[in-house]
């Protein structure tokens, strides 16, 4: 099921990096109404994963199916935005992220509202939720194949990778960005640091009133599934804010053939966060389910 896309005025922007006046960060605006002021208006951001870009999997069509303004940008080193990029700089990431917050408030008067990341988006997102200030007037927060267990990455390496770490003490990661082959080194020190980021403060300091739902695919190879009933546990303790698990039998880290599913299912859980219906539970969206099993699922 494809969900219905919204009328918007799409603008890029460049956005100049305040610790890194080389890389400036590329990303694009849409806007339900441009023609009104923005100042206090709300607005979404989204957060592509690793080797990814800001048009990939369901961002676009998030971007433009939500009932707010929006803003997905690429991080440092991917895609439009020049600049270093390394598996283990998490705290990158986040600076990335502050400079996108900083200058849609301070630009356009945007308040933060909803945050919607995948894959390593989410573990970045997590992490300034926990500790920015601008976090505070966020209301919902998607998890979309987010990882907990950090140390578990090992597990996606291939016998010959870890035999080029121990060898050279790196491999080369090689992957197709935007349709343009990408290549990265990939160190023995940045698996160690991405391994070592610590994604324990959701349990102590993600915001009490901020809503969150987790989508994860049974099929993940990337990021186990059990990474997201650690999330549901952490923060589904919380309260007033609430968390809903929804889970997707076929779908693999980046729901190849699926996509549709997670924005349907973030529209629908949005729409609730609107009317203030959330409680704490399993998400059991409206679409109707047509992957390969089901028929069996009807029965």
Same mark, same amino acid.
């Given at each position: 099921?494809?969900y ?6 799409t603008t !890029?922007h460049?956005i100049?990096?305040p !610790? ?5 960060l ?8 441009p ?6 208006? +709300? ?5 592509? =994963?690793t080797?990814?870009? !800001? ?14 303004d929006?803003f997905? @940008?690429?991080f440092? =080193?991917?895609?439009e ?6 598996v283990g700089?998490f705290n /990158?990431?986040?600076?990335?992220l ?6 849609? *408030?301070?630009q ?8 919607? =990341?995948? &894959? ?5 997102? @997590?992490r ?5 200030q601008?976090?505070? &007037?966020? $209301? ?6 987010? $990882? ?7 597990r /996606?390496? *291939? ?5 080029e770490?121990? !060898? /050279?003490g790196f491999y #080369?990661?090689?992957?197709?960005v935007? $349709?343009?082959p990408?290549e990265?080194k ?7 640091e991405?391994s070592d980021?610590d994604t324990?403060?959701?349990? %102590?300091?993600f915001?009490?009133l901020?809503?969150?739902? *987790?989508?994860?695919?049974?099929a ?6 059990? %990474? ?9 303790e $919380?309260?007033?804010?609430?968390h ?5 039998? %076929?779908?693999?880290?980046?729901? *190849?053939?699926?996509?549709? #599913? ?6 629908e859980?949005?729409?609730m966060?609107?009317? +203030?219906?959330l409680?704490t =539970?399993?998400?059991?969206t ?5 992957g390969?099993?089901?028929?069996s &699922?009807?029965?």
């Open positions: 099921m494809s219905p896309i919204t009328t918007k005025k !890029k460049r100049p990096h !610790k890194d006046a080389n890389s400036p590329t990303g694009v605006l849409e806007q339900l109404e023609e009104k002021p923005t100042q206090g208006r +709300k607005i979404a951001l989204l957060l592509h =994963g080797m990814g870009h !800001k048009d990939y999997l369901f961002q676009k069509r998030l971007a433009l199916s939500l009932p707010i929006s997905r @940008f690429d440092r =080193g991917n895609f935005s020049p600049g270093p990029w390394r700089a /990158n990431d986040i600076e990335d502050e400079a996108v917050v900083k200058y849609l *408030t301070a356009f008067g945007y308040v933060i509202d909803l945050l919607v =990341g995948h &894959s390593r988006g989410v573990v970045t997102a @997590f300034w939720m926990c500790i920015a601008e976090a505070a &007037s966020v $209301r919902g927060f998607v998890n979309v194949s987010g $990882r907990y267990r950090m140390p578990l990455m090992y /996606n390496m *291939t016998d010959e990778q870890r035999q770490v121990e !060898k /050279n #080369i990661s090689k992957a197709t935007a $349709r343009q990408f990265q990939i160190t023995k020190e940045d698996i160690q991405f980021f324990s403060l959701v349990w %102590d300091r915001p009490q901020a809503d969150v739902l *987790t989508i994860h695919g049974l993940d190879k990337t990021v186990p599934p059990f %990474d997201a009933t650690i999330y549901a546990r952490a923060l589904g $919380r309260s007033p804010g609430t809903n698990l929804h889970i997707v039998e %076929d779908a693999d880290h980046n729901f *190849t053939g699926l996509q549709d #599913i997670v924005v349907a299912a973030v529209m859980w949005f729409a966060l609107e009317t +203030k219906k409680k =539970g399993l998400w059991q409206g679409v109707r389910y047509e390969p099993h089901a028929e &699922s009807r029965l």
